[in-house]
């Protein structure tokens, strides 16, 4: 039988699975990260495709689901007062310079 990739890629990572699975071929799923904008279980590749035998493995990968969007936390910030000193001290030290 003849595998064409390009009937699989953009479909639902189900659909493939059991119409491969239909044909007699052992689909094994393999999820790549999504770097987001990717839609979730759609099928980016199909290998190996061409002529293949009953009982062949075909790879399918697919998009997992996208990252999580980003929450920046939250930190309240207080105006510095009269105690806190960001003063820096700068000390010349001359012990065992016999110059």
């Known amino acids: ?3 064409d990739a390009d009937d699989y890629i953009g479909r639902d990572v189900a659909e ?3 119409e491969l699975q239909l044909l007699g071929l ?5 999820e ?6 990717e839609t979730e279980d759609e099928v980016l590749s199909v ?8 009982g062949d493995t075909v ?5 997992g689901p996208p990252p999580a ?7 309240e910030t207080t105006p510095p007062d009269e105690t806190t000193s960001t003063e820096t001290v700068t000390s010349l030290s001359t012990e065992g ?3």
């Open 1 to 3: 039988m003849f595998i």
């Open 16 to 18: 493939v699975e059991r």
């Open 26 to 30: 052992r689909p094994r799923l393999f």
């Open 32 to 37: 790549d990260a999504n770097p987001g904008g």
């Open 47 to 54: 290998n190996p495709a061409g002529e293949l035998n009953e």
């Open 59 to 63: 790879d399918v990968h697919y998009w």
């Open 69 to 75: 969007p980003e929450t920046t936390p939250t930190t």
């Open 97 to 99: 310079d016999n110059g």
